[in-house]
């Protein structure tokens, strides 16, 4: 299964002309849509949180995976449950 999503992930990076994601980056991903989907308690979160990833990354300069990181670490404060 990694090597079919590594296949289609390298072949749409370079249909956009990104560099491939490297490991860092897909960990990175992949925790902010687990963050996002389990915190929210909604599945439909964790594609429209890591769009935004994109958008973020999009905008230039940096680490990709920094970027992803910080915006996990925002959704987790986001959807932590207040304590009683």
């Known amino acids: 299964m990694a090597e079919a999503r590594s296949a289609l992930v390298e072949a749409l990076a370079a249909e956009i002309g990104a560099a491939p994601l490297t490991e860092t980056e897909i960990d990175s991903v992949l925790e902010l849509a687990s963050v996002a989907a389990h915190g929210s308690g909604d ?7 890591t769009f935004l990833a994109g958008i973020a990354v999009a905008g230039g300069g940096g680490d ?3 970027v992803v990181d910080g915006l996990r670490e925002r959704a987790a ?3 932590e ?4």
């Open 43 to 49: 599945r439909t979160s964790a594609p429209l949180a």
């Open 81 to 84: 449950s207040p304590e009683a």
């Open 77 to 79: 404060r986001l959807t």
């Open 64 to 66: 990709r995976a920094a």
